[in-house]
């Protein structure tokens, strides 16, 4: 049975695909007829549940969506459920990136605690859903490196790492992030209700 993933962000497709492999996995690119689905929640699991549902019904599928985002602890948790508009411009990462790094500028390095934030969902035609959350800390650099993944991973650097997620390899990357976390904390959960009668 195909599951469809609720995005068309080649990046995010690629790597879902390799972390929840030995599934169907399709993107959004199947099913032109769905919309781009708004993010009206105030949180990652209702935007997530806002996201599945919407394609489950969609598309007659399972679907799968997340929400995630980089929160800055000097920022209050922000850009948190903003991150990809940070700048006013969905999916801008050099403009999100630049405005973040330009509002944490003055801040002394040892203060620029962060982490990732990822809650994974999946909904079913029948409207039955479940969500689940992963978290990957670390600290931000004022200068990006890197040139692997996509988003604020040029500027994040893990806890225990002295490299960005950007220098990173798509393998290293999956084995720690807060997507690899969240989506594997989902597989089972995606085995067990597509094999219940």
């Given at each position: ?9 080649a ?21 032109p ?62 403009a ?72 990173m ?9 807060h ?19």
């Open positions: 049975m195909k599951i469809v993933l609720a995005t068309r962000n990046g995010k497709i690629a790597e879902l695909r390799r972390i929840l492999a030995g599934f169907d996995i399709v993107g959004l690119e199947e099913f007829s769905i919309g781009e689905v708004a993010e009206t929640g105030v949180t990652f699991e209702e935007n997530a549940l806002i996201k599945a549902h919407a394609v489950a019904q969609g598309s007659g599928l399972p679907a799968v969506a997340d929400d995630s985002g980089l929160c800055v602890d000097v920022l209050g948790g922000m850009p948190g459920v903003f991150s990809a508009r940070w700048s006013g411009r969905h999916g801008d990462d050099r999100n990136l630049d405005l973040l790094l330009a509002q944490v500028s003055d801040v002394p390095a040892e203060r620029l605690t962060a982490h990732f934030a990822c809650v994974a969902a999946l909904a079913l035609p029948s409207g039955q859903a479940r969500a689940v959350d992963g978290t990957l800390r670390g600290s931000l650099v004022t200068t990006p490196r890197g040139t692997n993944g996509f988003g604020y991973d040029p500027i994040f650097v893990p806890e225990g790492e002295t490299r960005t997620t950007a220098e390899s798509p393998e290293e990357k999956d084995a720690i992030s997507r690899g976390r969240a989506f594997r904390a989902l597989a089972p959960i995606v085995r067990d209700l597509l094999s219940s009668p």
